[in-house]
């Protein structure tokens, strides 16, 4: 049956349609998306199906149909799950800053001060000591000239001179709630030295090695004093302190309490002249010239107009002794000429240059276990680096060092450019000032002061002086001078006579003021037999004297290392702390155990991705993965993590980019 339609109403049908497919399109994909949710979902009136809209409007033929509401806005499709998670991350890192640094900006706002009220103040200026003259005081940070502002504070006032390993290891271990801690020191900053040698050829960059004495202070809420001590009245417990960088010869007084000296030392020059033409390697001042100089001479013999026999000298380097730094320094150099001479050189060839080192001893690394040495004389053979052992310089040059074998006397010379000086440790001005005023006979040793088992320097005060370091010497005994006194105060029965049981008595006492001793005495038993050369159960004079004989060569002077200070500083700390709480009980101070060294190991890097490690008892390596070990060692003994990232970026970068072989 045909129908009519009226021409007005096909525009209407054709948008019903349309709207009505529209709407259902969304739907069926959400329908797709979540079909549990929607599979008994009914459109609303005004959603309807397009068949039953098409129905509904072809129905009425005679009355126009009533037009229906407009169709309501399609929903927002659903974002997918990339797009939520990349937004919220994206709100997260902009707005957590944004609102960090208004957080920031509102708290420095709110709680901003003019200032410390104890800054605000101006004393009077308080002279006196022996020399008239001004007398100073911490207070966070600053340098006050006056007493009175710390007359409430109860804490014992420690001042220590130094900044270095022991320093700081003291400053690790004490309880800020009983001392008021003051650091004199012409460096504002801790080094760290075993990695000294790394920064010379631009392994390492020098800021990476250094961390500011201030922040390693500021757990204390001690300050730091940055000038030079010149001496110390022990009597008025006052160190004379002049001032540095342009306020030289202003001289003032810091009062103590406590004082710790861990100065360190200098190189000992052993009366060689010329030591002015040499270079030396215990600041990062020191680090900074040979870097310059190394680079300078580079530099000079790329040139056109440089001679050969010019190349020759400014090419080869003299390194004067055989320890740790200048094995490591030449390591460093030999990496240098493999690593990065052929691509920033191409002038110089790896043959032009000449590392001699030139040590007094048998052996280079002779502190070292002799498996050590032997493997760093054959890897150096083999890399070409001159090794000249049993020789001693004579003079030093401008140009050249002259030295002779102590063997045949034969004197000979080896010309340099950059020329090394590391070759034992003496005393600081300081130090020579400080042991010529203590009392005649307490002192005795020409390279350091002499402290007991306890680190206290003798000849001052009872428990108000230590040293540490490098700077100090624990002096050795002689047991055999006084062995007729030895038998006499422990033959109790009056036999002339140890037996066991005497013998015992006497090791323990030994034990007790050299700690160092203690292996040697393990096994007891075993060492009352080896001397009990009769069997007879009784050591008499003469056995006694061999046993204290062979005592006097066990105990011999700790090393001046790193690891050393470290162990001092941090056994005085902890003296001190505990010495607070018991001073005044005499059996309980009496209890506290000397100083005991235990060694640790001593490692060195001998380049090429190598190191030797000395463990101790004859445990020694040296090969794959020695250098990783080496640097876990000393990225473990850092004293920031600040210091730790600079290492590991360091290290990236110059296996990345190589070295920076930049001239400052």
Not at 307 to 321: A, H, K, M, P, Y
Not at 424 to 452: F, Y
Not at 470 to 476: E, N, S, V
Request: hydrophobic share 35%.
């Amino acid at each position: 049956m045909l129908r009519l339609i009226h021409p007005q109403e096909q525009p209407t049908r054709a948008l019903f349609r349309a709207a009505a497919l529209g709407l259902q399109r969304p739907l069926l994909r959400t329908q797709r998306r979540f079909p549990t949710v929607l599979r008994n979902y009914t459109p609303s009136e005004g959603m309807q199906p397009a068949s039953k809209a098409y129905s509904t409007s072809t129905s009425s033929s005679q009355v126009s149909p009533r037009p229906p509401p407009p169709p309501s806005s399609p929903p927002k499709p659903i974002r997918s799950r990339l797009y939520r998670v990349s937004r919220a991350l994206l709100i997260t890192a902009v707005g957590v800053p944004l609102a960090g640094t208004l957080a920031w900006f509102s708290y420095d706002a709110l709680t901003g001060t003019e200032g410390d009220i104890l800054h605000k103040k101006h004393p009077r200026r308080v002279i006196g000591g022996p020399k008239n003259l001004v007398m100073t005081h911490g207070c966070k940070g600053s340098v006050m000239k006056a007493e009175e502002i710390h007359q409430d504070d109860t804490r014992q006032r420690l001042v220590i001179l130094g900044s270095g390993w022991g320093a700081v290891s003291v400053i690790n271990q004490l309880d800020p709630r009983k001392f008021h801690v003051t650091v004199v020191s012409p460096t504002n900053y801790f080094l760290f030295t075993p990695l000294l040698p790394s920064a010379t050829v631009g392994t390492l960059e020098l800021r990476s090695l250094i961390e500011p004495i201030r922040r390693l202070l500021s757990r204390l809420g001690g300050y730091y004093v940055e000038g030079r001590a010149e001496d110390v009245d022990f009597e008025s417990q006052l160190v004379e302190v002049s001032g540095i960088n342009g306020s030289e010869g202003r001289r003032f007084y810091v009062p103590y309490d406590k004082l710790v000296i861990a100065v360190g030392s200098e190189s000992m020059t052993h009366g060689v002249e010329g030591l002015e033409h040499c270079n030396f390697l215990k600041s990062i001042t020191d680090a900074r010239d040979i870097r310059r100089k190394v680079m300078e001479n580079f530099e000079k013999a790329s040139l056109p107009t440089t001679t050969d026999e010019e190349r020759r000298q400014l090419l080869s380097f003299v390194i004067c002794g055989g320890g740790p730094t200048g094995v490591e320094f030449a390591a460093e150099l030999y990496d240098f000429l493999n690593e990065d001479l052929v691509g920033y050189f191409p002038a110089i060839q790896p043959e032009d240059v000449q590392v001699n080192i030139i040590q007094s001893a048998e052996h280079i690394l002779n502190t070292y276990d002799m498996k050590i040495s032997e493997m760093t004389e054959a890897k150096f053979k083999r890399d070409h680096i001159n090794v000249v052992t049993n020789s001693r310089v004579v003079k030093v040059n401008p140009t050249s060092v002259l030295y002779k074998d102590k063997t045949t006397g034969k004197e000979m010379e080896a010309p340099f450019g950059v020329c090394l000086w590391s070759t034992g440790v003496g005393m600081t001005p300081l130090v020579k000032t400080l042991v010529a005023s203590l009392p005649k006979g307490s002192q005795s040793n020409k390279h350091a002061i002499e402290t007991d088992g306890f680190m206290r320097v003798i000849g001052t005060p009872e428990e108000t002086v230590y040293a540490i370091g490098d700077c100090a010497t624990i002096p050795q005994p002689h047991f055999v001078n006084g062995v007729m006194k030895i038998l006499q105060e422990n033959d109790t029965n009056g036999d002339n006579h140890l037996s066991y049981d005497e013998f015992r008595t006497l090791a323990d006492k030994i034990i007790a003021k050299h700690s160092v001793l203690k292996v040697f005495l393990t096994r007891l038993d075993d060492v009352f037999e080896k001397y009990d050369r009769d069997h007879n159960g009784k050591l008499d004079l003469e056995e006694i004297r061999a046993f204290l004989v062979d005592a006097e060569k066990q105990c011999t002077a700790l090393p001046a290392t790193a690891q050393v200070a470290n162990q001092q500083g941090g056994f005085v700390g902890q003296r001190i702390n505990t010495l607070h709480e018991i001073e005044s009980n005499a059996d309980a101070v009496a209890k506290l155990p000397p100083f005991d060294y235990k060694h640790l190991g001593s490692l060195a890097y001998i380049g090429g991705n190598d190191a030797v490690l000395d463990l101790g008892k004859g445990m020694v390596y040296g090969g794959i993965g020695s250098e990783y070990l080496w640097r876990s060692i000393y990225f473990s003994e850092q004293v920031s993590l600040r210091t730790r990232l600079l290492l590991l970026m360091d290290w990236s970068k110059r296996a990345i980019f190589g070295r920076d072989i930049s001239k400052f």
